[in-house]
């Protein structure tokens, strides 16, 4: 969830019928009974529709209101909210209608209502009828109009009109700069509209506007969505006057982009620094998906207690991101007991349960849950879809995945996106049923992209199918030219064929583009605090020994048989250089850093954050029984529980 999707204020302009009474009272007589005399409005008549409108009962003030000729602008105001209310576009069409008839139309304060209105109904086009027919704009009817674009997601109209008003010189007002942020991440076109972004931050410290939290909290949210979070710390930072939301979007920030240990830190900083703040269900969900990124089970649970202390534990989000939680940080059964506790479940809920079985490789417990979920009454959003599907790849169920992708659009009315056809096309390549695989995405109805040219090609690694690796590379080649991820693969599939000699060209493009592979990095938790681990971690205190550690272990399994995998290592190197890389890989150090320093009975719990090689996989199988101690791993696709040398993926990942 992010910061800013809390309610948005709705502004509320000051009461016009005070200003402007004696101008609007003039226009409206002369427009409906063209004469000179004015005619008193109908206290009683008008009386009685605005009490029907507060009982609800709108047939009737709207009855009232049609022998009603002088109805007032406090007497439409309410009709429209009550329509607004009742959710009723059809008595909200009849409402704005007789209100031109009665010479409202120039009225910018009903403008605003009325705006606010078809907005709330779903009804932008509407809204932007009122908006194009009205002259007379104070900056309300602007706010108003933006509010309700932004909020159907016409971003990029927000500020083609924001340009507008600018030439014009109308000045903006504080709730102005917030709906032209939230616009220009409302858009789907982020890549172009992080520059206008960028020139409304301007707009804002011209004009001072830099002491305004919300206008400051909702800048931070902006460049978070476009994933500067350099930006967006810049602007924290400068803030003279934080609250609770600007913390939590700035602690979101780091969680949403990839930085789980800053939003940490910031928590913590947050928990110091301000006494009479209270972290919200915002600030409590950004740091249960921290910790679950980093599977930091302590800390997590230190957070579940201060949630239940807190009374946070009745708040959906927060509970379904404690499900994560447990289930990433490798206690599913924990994770279940959450679920289980919940008094009620939304789609989120279910759909965090249904995912967590699947990382865990249970796919038969996650298509349960899915019929569950169904069952109960909720429709499955397209997430629930991919979830499922995850879930029958990691455990290989084939047929149940092909009979769901078909229930999708035929009994849920969800077609498929991307992310379905790539875990299809994962789940039949993993199967080596490569030539279905191929097949799906021929008869795809969208642009595949690099995620579904990305499954094929790790599917024809685990099989060594050269011809439709080459197929899907080219494509991805195309489509993500510096992914050096995409040479590697391809490279290590031709080695597995043996035709070194495309292997050696490949190698000298990577280096010709100076392309660089992501660096492998794993992260353990040890008495609740986080060590992390790259391959050449030459700073660590610690580095000596853990070596030495891996070296003894290494001798001792190779007289029981184990044979370093070193295929993973692309340089002309001798085997005894290439094994020396591979038993210094960031999981082994991680594994050898838990040996060392962790309880000796506690499970071993690593983050890696790319897919787990072969060599790391059998050696911390053979580690799991030598030092007879269970170790979990969650690599990028999913869980591998290493117990008595083997492990819970069947080495299928
Ligand atoms: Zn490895
Ligand atoms: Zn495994």
Redesign the pocket.
Known sequence: MWAFQALQPVQQPPPYHQIHSQKHQTTRVFSRHQTSIAISPSTNNNHLIQSLCKKGNLKQALHVLSQEPNPTQHTYELLILSCAQQNSLSDGVIVHRQLISDGFDEDPFLATKLINMYSELDCVDHARKVFDGILNRTIYVWNAFFRALTLAGHGEEVLNHYRRMNLIGIPSDRFTYTYVLKACVASEALVSLLQVGKEIHAHILRHGFETHVHIMTTLVDMYARFGCVSYASCVFNEMPVKNVVSWSAMIACYAKNGRPFEALELFREMMLETHDLVPNSVTMVSVLQACAALAALEQGKLIHGYILRKGLDSILPVISALVTMYARCGELGLGRRVFDQMDKRDVVSWNSMISSYGIHGFGREAITTFKEMIYSGFSPSPISLVSVLGACSHAGFVEEGKVLFESMAKEHRIYPGVEHYACMVDLLGRANRLDEAAKVIENMRIEPGPKVWGSLLGSCRIHCNVELAEWASRRLFELEPTNAGNYVLLADIYAEAKMLDEVKRLKKLVQAQGLQKVSGRSWIEVERKIFSFTSVDEFNPQIEQLHALLLKLSAEMKEKGYVPQTKVVLYDLDEKEKEQIVLGHSEKLAVAFGLINSNKRATIRITKNLRLCEDC?SFTKLISKLANREILVRDVNRF?HFKDGV???G?Y?
């Open positions: 996989h591998h492990c819970s993926c080495d990942w």
